[in-house]
C-alpha cells in the first residue's frame, strides 16, 4: 500500500534542510566578512578577497600615488589580503599583492563578495562539512589578526 501524504511531506522536510542548510552557510559568510574587519574586498583570478583598513590604504596609494612619496615606491609597496573563497571551503590563506596585480583586481562591495561567495558555496562540488570546519579556521583567521 503506497501513502500519498508521504511523498508530500518527504519534499517538505527535504525543503526545510535545504533551507536550514543555506541560511547555517549564510550566518557563516556574515561572521567571516564581518568578524575580520574587513574594509576592502575585491575578486582577482576569480577568487574573492578581503583586506582591511591598513591594506585599503596601500591600494588606496598604489592606484593613486601622492607626490609626497619616494620614487621607487610603488615597486617596493605591497599589501596583503585573505582569500576569502579558499576560507568558506575550509583552506582560506593570506596572498601578499603588489603594483603588478592592481590591473587584474576588481573592487567589489560588501553585499557582491557575500553574493559570490553565496554562489561559490552553492556550487555542486561543494559540502556544507567544509562551511562547518571553516567557522574554527575563520575564528583563527579573526585572532590572529588581532595579534
Do not use: C
Not at 511531506?9 to 564581518?34: G, V
Not at 596572498?95 to 563578495?113: P, Q, T, Y
Amino acid at each position: 500500500m503506497k501513502y500519498s501524504g508521504f511523498s508530500t511531506f518527504r519534499d517538505l522536510m527535504t525543503m526545510w534542510d535545504e533551507y536550514l542548510i543555506k541560511e547555517d552557510s549564510d550566518s557563516k559568510i556574515n561572521a567571516l566578512l564581518d568578524g575580520g574587519e574587513f574594509i576592502l574586498f575585491f575578486i582577482k583570478d576569480k577568487d574573492i578577497y578581503g583586506a582591511d583598513e591598513n591594506s585599503r590604504v596601500v591600494f588606496a596609494k598604489l592606484k593613486n600615488p601622492d607626490d609626497d612619496l619616494p620614487n621607487g615606491w610603488q615597486e617596493e609597496a605591497s599589501f596583503s589580503a585573505q582569500n576569502l573563497s579558499q576560507t568558506v571551503k575550509g583552506s582560506g590563506s593570506q596572498h601578499v599583492f603588489g603594483v603588478n596585480d592592481l590591473n587584474k583586481i576588481k573592487i567589489i562591495d560588501r553585499d557582491e563578495a557575500f553574493d559570490s561567495l553565496q554562489k561559490q558555496i552553492s556550487d555542486k562540488d561543494f559540502s556544507i562539512d567544509n562551511v562547518t570546519t571553516n567557522k574554527d579556521q575563520a575564528s583563527n583567521f579573526i585572532q590572529t589578526q588581532e595579534v
